[in-house]
């Protein structure tokens, strides 16, 4: 819903970066066991870069090593039908403490995961936009959330400031 949100609250990614080549596959409530049993669908579309924003609704249910590793899978399902294909990973935000309360160490997990990952890899870039939402407490700064666990605009500014450095130019 992060990724869908987007579309709800800034228009579309196109209009958030001011592009005209994106295209956003997000579902709300999806976790990364959704994602990977639809990744065909958009492997099969000859991307030239994909974008993946996703762990936090796994959260609950899975450990950061099990959502960083279906996320290789998706990735190596769509690096298989795309060759050449580049890969950017967005950090996974923190919450404010009305989720996960005590856990927000997951998060900081996941995104060393998903950093770990794309260093070893020249296809895959991490983006990681958590250093600017997370609080001194360790939490969400709540300014930058509409209910603890999606970006508002402000937000989504912050991914509209870092994310471009990461995508290839349009054709």
């Given at each position: 819903?992060?990724?869908?949100?987007?579309?709800?609250?800034?228009?579309?990614f196109?209009?958030?970066?001011?592009r005209?080549?994106?295209?956003?596959?997000?579902?709300?409530?999806?976790?990364?066991?959704?994602?990977?049993?639809?990744i065909?669908?958009?492997?099969?579309?000859?991307?030239?870069?994909l974008?993946?924003?996703?762990?936090?609704?796994?959260?609950?249910?899975?450990?950061?090593?099990?959502?960083?590793?279906?996320?290789?899978?998706?990735?190596?399902?769509?690096?298989?039908?795309?060759?050449g294909?580049?890969?950017?990973?967005?950090?996974?935000?923190?919450?404010?403490?009305?989720?996960?309360?005590?856990?927000?160490?997951?998060?900081?997990?996941?995104?060393?995961?998903?950093?770990?990952?794309?260093?070893?890899?020249?296809?895959?870039?991490?983006?990681?936009?958590?250093?600017?939402?997370?609080?001194?407490?360790?939490?969400?700064?709540?300014?930058?959330?509409?209910?603890?666990?999606?970006p508002?605009?402000?937000?989504?500014?912050?991914l509209?400031?870092?994310?471009?450095?990461?995508?290839?130019?349009?054709?």
């Open positions: 819903s992060i990724t869908q949100n987007v579309l709800y609250n800034e228009g579309d196109n209009t958030l970066l001011g005209k080549d994106c295209a956003n596959y997000g579902i709300g409530s999806q976790t990364t066991v959704h994602m990977l049993g639809r065909d669908a958009i492997a099969s579309r000859n991307y030239r870069q974008v993946i924003w996703c762990g936090i609704n796994d959260m609950g249910s899975s450990t950061p090593e099990q959502i960083a590793g279906r996320v290789e899978q998706m990735i190596d399902i769509v690096r298989a039908a795309n060759p294909i580049r890969f950017t990973i967005i950090s996974v935000l923190p919450t404010t403490d009305a989720f996960f309360r005590g856990a927000q160490h997951r998060m900081v997990e996941l995104n060393d995961l998903y950093r770990a990952y794309a260093d070893a890899r020249e296809d895959v870039s991490f983006c990681d936009v958590y250093p600017y939402f997370v609080g001194e407490d360790g939490y969400c700064r709540p300014e930058l959330m509409i209910d603890g666990l999606h508002n605009s402000a937000g989504y500014a912050i509209r400031e870092h994310l471009p450095a990461h995508l290839l130019p349009e054709e």
